[in-house]
């Protein structure tokens, strides 16, 4: 077969000789040249060629490099970004090749000083504060629950909070309206009611913490209101009588609060009648401050909530079983999870660099480098320390889906590991000398890490282009950590591979850098002579069975079939995927509150959500404001999405006082139909309402002027959450935002703190698709600039954006849902899956020769390294297989289709599309530029202080693209 270059043609011959012997080998390399020689000589068609697996096909316009006057000069816009890019490409590969220089000359200052300054950077992390606060991270910092937060605490200095407590018979199904179970009950109010808790060295409980009736009682519901909580009077009756009491009461009793409890909210009945579940809620008064990585909370409430959450799992209530619901428990679960879950990084970490030794090392005591796998984990783990703690130093926040950034830095550190690695080992390089191996190696695998580093970081910061904080702050740190760990790799890890030259060529051993070794081709537990050029197993298999196949036309055809198949199919799953979120979800499978979620979603089929609409002040005593307050009482009660009679309405009690005691002031409106009471006696009904009976359970709902006229107001409801979905609740939010509306006049808002976290949700899927189409256009940028090839850098966009799609549908079918934090592994997906791609693409691009002839280069001589750089990741992710935290369990499930898609694409899919689309190669890019296309072909000058031969066979090539040896 003809060969286009002599790059191209002793790269093939390589490619060839898995097994065969090195002087083998010299005969083969001998026998090719001159079998090129008399090619040279003879006119050849130039539109036939046979490709390797013996297809005849048409040839690339690559087949006559050098040979200018066949290329079609390039003119326009195109050849402007054609010189851009081989310029810069010429920038990159001098600068790798002066780097490698300056290492060699000074190798302890470049292995010491980045050092140092990661060591520096790190540092901030002795700053480390851990942010867990949900709104801090997961909502938009300009939504519009912000501004109704900061409205309602410069009037309300006291929100509400609610504690919940649920309990079943034990064993479970059977009747709890017993006399011993209700008493069993009532000892768990009087103990939740009475214990004591230690805040601020002072002794207290719930009544320091509880929102308190006007009497001075908390404000509680409890099925225990049906006998006025008098324990002697639930003893004295029977089982039956107990269940009479409730039916006389009509199912509604009043708390010592003055509230009325409607049965539903206290109680479950089975289809027998029989009371299968009990719950107790405690109104808390949350008064927030600012607390350290924990956002706005209340640490009293945090305190009691603590204590109150030991005394029912610490208690044994004999026939009944208790169950306590609070934030601080979610919050506490959610966090020991996650601390959990960290330590099997150290498993992940510890397979990690196993695996990586392995591929390093060689059957020779002095040929191996497997101790530059432990300096490559070490480098990505400064790296990443050194990304953290710059981002500290800079402000941002740091919190556990941070963390999981250790995995991506420490697969890209040992991606671009192998890839050096791989251009060190190549046998025009290994026989060198140290300085002129380490340049060269530098040169060409230089601008292929480059190539994939410069995209992750633009992927990245366009990625942080969002108003969600968490992923804003992901991005970021993902952009630095990527640079450290791109400065580490080419600085200090290349010092330790030239050191690690040194050492061979000197003839010491791998793990015993100082002790010479007495056979230099055997190693201690195998047997045989040991050449150092010949190939991996790995290399053999993808040259001898999986190119030979895969590059044929049915070869080809059943690729292009399955990536059809499965992008359509990942499509209608993408479509059908949900978006949900659930903050319980941090919750790990393991914790006690998974049992009361269950108990909780099987008897009490609504979770209550506990909302406020507040109004403000204003002239309360004109008729249209009382007009507009009215409309709102009747927008809130008649709202599909409260639960009906949840609310404490003052506005309601008000009108019926008003209609007894001051009936001549009532009048009734048209347009709308309300009853308000008129301008002239409002504020002396007003102030009578309030100082009577019948406003005292009202009286911490309503903010009042000095002259008891009214100030501000708060009418307290319970929303309905029968449906948990995400699409619900923002339906929920934006429609009781919309029933305040009604009353502007008042500045009425509708506020709780969870519509902090629903706002999140409702321009979560915005953010996300718009960070992505960013990362996108960013990588696309970068790769025209740096791969200076238009067709090839499309490929590599359109392969981006599969990807992604494939991610979406796999967690479709994990049965997932679209949320903030699958959302930051999409964005993660481009950083991730573009070096594949793009070393595939920059390795094709720099071969010659027919598109099969170049797509089984850019196998051979980086399919390997792509591989392992994807078996490494792979292998550290392996121990969260067995994670018990959400961020994690979601972390494995994408990265590892991450993975598997970023693999099937970068050394199947791209492949065959390369062969098929067959992009110009950068020779044949120079010559219609005019330029040479040996550029990097030709020896570089020797500085002064250079003592050692430059190889001009060595340099025979286009760089970084020869990556088969590791």
């Not at 797509?855 to 591989?867: D, K, P, Q, W």
Request: with cysteine.
């Amino acid at each position: 077969m003809q060969r286009s270059t002599d790059a191209h043609q002793s790269l093939f011959m390589y490619t060839r000789s898995c097994s065969t012997t090195t002087e083998q080998r010299k005969e083969h390399t001998r026998r090719e040249r001159n079998t090129k020689i008399g090619r040279s000589l003879n006119k050849i068609a130039p539109d036939k060629d046979v490709s390797p697996q013996g297809e005849t096909m048409k040839r690339d316009d690559d087949a006559l490099v050098g040979g200018q006057e066949d290329a079609k000069p390039a003119t326009g816009i195109t050849a402007k970004i054609l010189f851009l890019s081989q310029w810069t490409d010429s920038i990159i590969y001098k600068a790798f090749r002066n780097l490698g220089a300056a290492i060699h000359k000074r190798t302890y200052w470049f292995l010491f000083v980045p050092l140092l300054i990661a060591l520096v950077c790190a540092s901030g992390m002795m700053k480390l504060d851990i942010q867990w606060n949900a709104e801090q991270l997961y909502t938009p910092q300009d939504a519009p629950s912000f501004d109704d937060r900061d409205t309602v605490k410069s009037v309300f200095t006291v929100g509400s909070r609610i504690a919940t407590v649920i309990g079943t018979a034990n064993p479970e199904g059977e009747n709890m309206l017993t006399t011993s179970r209700l008493l069993a009950w009532y000892d768990v109010w009087s103990n939740t009611t009475s214990h004591t808790f230690k805040y601020n060295e002072t002794t207290q409980s719930l009544k320091d913490v509880c929102i308190s009736a006007s009497d001075g009682s908390c404000q509680f519901s409890t099925i225990l209101a049906f006998w006025d909580y008098n324990r002697t009077l639930i003893a004295s009756q029977t089982d039956a009588e107990l269940n009479q009491t409730i039916v006389n009461a009509g199912y509604t009793a009043t708390e010592p609060s003055g509230a009325v409890t409607a049965f539903d909210l206290v109680g479950r009945q089975d289809a027998n009648g029989n009371v299968v579940s009990m719950r107790m809620q405690f109104f808390l008064a949350e008064e927030l401050e600012e607390i350290s990585g924990e956002g706005d909370n209340d640490p009293e409430i945090m305190k009691w909530e603590e204590s109150q959450s030991a005394v029912i799992k610490d208690t044994n209530w004999g026939p009944i079983a208790v169950y306590s619901l609070t934030l601080w428990e979610i919050e506490e679960a959610g966090g020991s999870a996650i601390l959990k879950d960290v330590q099997l990084l150290v498993f992940g970490y510890i397979m990690l660099v196993t695996y990586a030794t392995y591929i390093l090392s060689r059957n020779s005591n002095v040929h191996s480098h497997g101790t530059l796998a432990l300096i490559s984990f070490a480098s990505s783990g400064i790296a990443t320390a050194a990304c953290f703690g710059l981002g500290i130093y800079f402000g941002l926040e740091f919190s556990t889906i941070i963390q999981t950034l250790a995995f991506l830095l420490l697969g890209l550190g040992m991606d671009d590991t192998f890839v050096l690695v791989a251009a060190f080992q190549h046998p025009d390089v290994r026989d060198l000398a140290p300085r002129e191996r380490i340049q060269s190696a530098l040169a060409r695998a230089g601008a292929s890490i480059t190539v994939t580093s410069l995209t992750d970081i633009a992927a990245f910061l366009a990625g942080s282009y969002t108003t969600i904080p968490v992923i804003q702050a992901f991005c970021l740190y993902a952009a630095i950590g990527v640079l450290f760990d791109f400065i580490m790799q080419i600085t200090f890890f290349v010092a330790a591979m030239l050191l690690s030259a040194q050492r061979e060529e000197a003839g010491r051993y791998d793990w015993l850098c100082c002790v010479h070794a007495k056979d230099t081709e055997k190693f201690c537990c195998g047997e045989g002579e040991m050449d150092p050029r010949r190939d991996s197993p790995l290399t053999c298999f993808l040259q001898t069975w999986y190119i030979p196949y895969v590059l044929t036309t049915t070869g080809k055809a059943v690729v292009l079939v399955i990536t059809t198949v499965l992008l359509g199919v990942s499509i209608w799953s993408a479509i059908k995927l949900e978006m949900d979120f659930n903050y319980e979800w941090f919750t790990p499978d393991d914790s006690y509150l998974v049992d009361t979620y269950a108990l909780r979603d099987r008897y009490w089929d609504s979770t209550e959500l506990p909302v406020s609409f507040y109004t403000f002040d204003a002239n309360y005593s004109a008729q249209e404001v009382q007009t507009e307050v009215a409309k709102l009482s009747v927008a809130i009660g008649s709202s599909e999405y409260l639960i009906a009679n949840s609310c404490t309405n003052w506005w309601n009690a008000f009108v019926t006082f008003a209609k007894i005691n001051a009936t001549a002031s009532v009048i009734s409106t048209s347009s709308p139909a309300v009853e308000i009471v008129t301008a002239a006696s409002f504020n002396d009904t007003f102030r009578n309402f309030y100082n009577a009976v019948d406003g005292a359970p009202f009286r911490s709902y309503l903010m009042v002027h000095a002259d008891g006229t009214p100030a501000a107001s708060r009418i307290f409801c319970v929303a309905n959450q029968n449906k948990t979905t995400a699409s619900y609740r923002i339906d929920q939010m934006l429609a009781l935002r919309e029933d305040a509306q009604v009353a502007p006049s008042v500045d009425a808002v509708v506020y709780t703190q969870t519509f902090l976290f629903i706002d999140g949700l409702n321009v979560i899927q915005e953010e996300i698709y718009i960070n992505i189409a960013l990362a996108l256009a960013a990588v696309l940028v970068i790769c025209i600039v740096l791969l200076g090839s238009l067709p090839g850098a499309f490929l590599v966009f359109i392969t981006l954006i599969m990807i992604d799609v494939e991610v979406l549908g796999a967690l479709h079918y994990t049965g997932e849902a679209f949320n903030m934090v699958t959302g930051i592994n999409l964005v993660l997906a481009i950083g991730l899956s573009v070096d594949a791609n793009a070393h595939i693409t920059h390795a094709f691009l720099s071969a010659t020769g027919t598109g099969n002839e170049r797509a089984e280069a850019a196998l051979v001589n980086l399919g390997r390294s792509v591989i392992n750089g994807s078996v490494t990741t792979a292998i550290v992710l392996v121990p969260l297989a067995f994670s018990v935290s959400y961020v994690f369990q979601i972390f494995f499930k994408t990265f590892i289709s991450i993975i598997v898609f970023s693999v099937w694409h970068g050394i199947v899919v791209m492949p065959v599309i390369l062969s098929l689309v067959r992009p110009a190669s950068f020779a044949s890019t120079r010559a219609r530029l005019g330029m040479d296309p040996h550029e990097h072909d030709k020896p570089a000058a020797a500085s002064s202080d250079e003592h050692e031969a430059v190889s001009f066979e060595m340099q025979k090539v286009q760089p970084v693209s020869y990556i088969a040896h590791i």
